[in-house]
């Protein structure tokens, strides 16, 4: 075993770090809504046995890889407690479309409205692959 001492879990870290990726996707959703001809190449289906296999599962595994790898194997909880609050928080801004929104997200008139003409959806899937991504990621902890 070696001698360097792990650092411990630092939850101010781990939540502005997620804040960081937050505004990135505000950022996206943001600009995605208003080029409506815009093709989301994240929306596309990467398996045809389920649908909820696209390009932001990539971006979930990839995410929550690099959290595995910066905080390691003993933020596990805090980590993935992030991901289920913000799957939470997606499905509420997907049933309730709050008015502090102002619109922000409904893609209505844009060529990714056929697949999902509301951007925000939590998905159950999404969990599963924050898990593999921080598994995997911790496996180049060092």
Known sequence: MSNSKKRKCNIGEIF??????AV???????WRSRHPKFKDPFMRKLSSKSD?????????VANFFIMGQIFGPQCILPVLATGIAWEGFE??????RPSWLGGFGDITDNVNAKENENWWFGRKS????????FIL???FYK
């Not at 990135?24 to 943001?30: E, L, R």
């Not at 499905?91 to 309730?96: C, P, Q, Y």
């Not at 999404?126 to 991504?133: E, H, S, V, Y």
Request: net charge neutral; aromatic share 10%.
């Open 137 to 139: 990621g911790c496996l």
């Open 16 to 21: 502005l770090y997620q804040s960081v990726i």
């Open 91 to 96: 499905s509420v801004l997907g049933k309730k």
């Open 24 to 30: 990135a996707i505000f950022g996206y959703g943001k």
């Open 52 to 60: 909820d296999i696209d390009g932001w599962t990539l971006l979930h």
């Open 126 to 133: 999404d969990l599963t692959a924050n898990l593999i991504g």
